[in-house]
């Protein structure tokens, strides 16, 4: 079992480099096939402007649009001459707000979606979280969301951020071939409840169905002491020293999230390390 079709979505003329490089990667390590989507956009929105917008600005957009996809597509192309994966590169022309028909029905098709991190100093913005939200939910495929250049293929030592959620279950199942293949596999819960179902051993039962696909499962529990689950998280990652976390993703509402804040939000804007999502 494993990653067969991996794919990346990129937006606007220059891709980033050091995500094309990732899931490049990612495809050699799992023999796979990395399909590359380069969106050119079209900010023209005809539903907003219908009544103001001349042929000529609707045109414009649309050549801009279709500029950025070529531009793109040429750029990933030349990144990935060397790739020992096979690859295929497209370009595709959509509108701002067809951002999650497009992306989505083409991540469905994937095993694994490869990203940038949307938020925080190198996220790139509002394209790339509607990209990264369409592929979960849309797509409902898994993301790995990768925070910068790899210094080493994520999968060694991973933390499981587990809450007995079914977005919790949907990323471990997603994160199989790499639990299997872990050296560690460390469930962290964090601030478990006293009433729990299983509060005399949290974790008992995911520890059980891992380990029986030969996965090396601990179990921490750990005390709330930071203001946001995201910065529990991560601390815990570092201090096991962990080069990929996996977690559900949205468990609230994305408008509750972006409004209140939520895990999610919080580790796409503050993530160091490989993040693998799913919901």
């Known amino acids: 079992m494993g ?28 023999k796979a096939h990395l399909d590359v989507l380069c969106l050119g956009l079209d900010r023209v929105q005809v539903g907003y402007y219908f009544d103001t917008a ?3 600005m609707l045109e414009k957009g649309l050549a801009e649009a279709r ?11 030349r990144h990935l ?14 509108q701002i707000g067809a951002i999650p028909e497009a992306v989505g029905g083409v991540a469905r098709f994937a095993d694994l979606v490869v990203q940038g991190k949307p938020y925080g100093a190198a996220g790139s913005g509002d394209d790339s979280a509607a990209v990264l939200e369409a592929a979960l939910f849309e797509g409902r495929a898994p993301v790995l969301v990768v925070p910068g250049a790899l210094a080493a293929l ?11 959620s079914a977005e919790a279950m949907a990323a471990v199942r997603a994160a199989l071939p790499l639990l299997c293949a872990a050296d560690m596999v460390d469930l962290a819960i964090v601030d478990p409840p006293a009433h729990d179902a299983d509060e005399s051993d949290p974790g008992a039962e995911l520890s059980t169905m891992l380990s029986r696909h ?7 529990l750990l005390p709330r002491t930071m203001p946001r689950v ?4 991560l601390r815990h990652a570092r201090d096991r020293e962990a ?5 559900g993703a949205y468990g609230h509402s994305r408008l509750r999230e972006t409004l209140f804040g939520g895990a999610t939000r919080d580790m796409l804007a503050e993530a160091t390390l490989p993040v693998l999502m799913a919901r």
Request: proline share 5%; hydrophobic share 55%.
């Open 81 to 94: 001459a060397d790739s020992a994966a096979p690859f295929a590169v497209r370009g595709a022309v959509v």
């Open 230 to 233: 995201a910065d529990t998280l």
């Open 154 to 164: 994520p999968g060694r030592r991973i933390v499981v951020a587990w809450n007995r």
């Open 243 to 247: 080069d990929l976390l996996v977690m």
């Open 54 to 56: 001349s042929p000529a």
């Open 214 to 220: 030969g996965a090396s499962v601990e179990v921490s």
């Open 3 to 30: 990653y067969k079709s991996i794919l990346t979505v990129t937006t606007g003329a220059t891709p980033d480099a050091a995500v094309l490089a990732a899931a490049a990667a990612v495809a050699e390590h799992q």
């Open 67 to 77: 500029a950025e996809a070529q531009a793109a597509k040429a750029a990933a192309e």
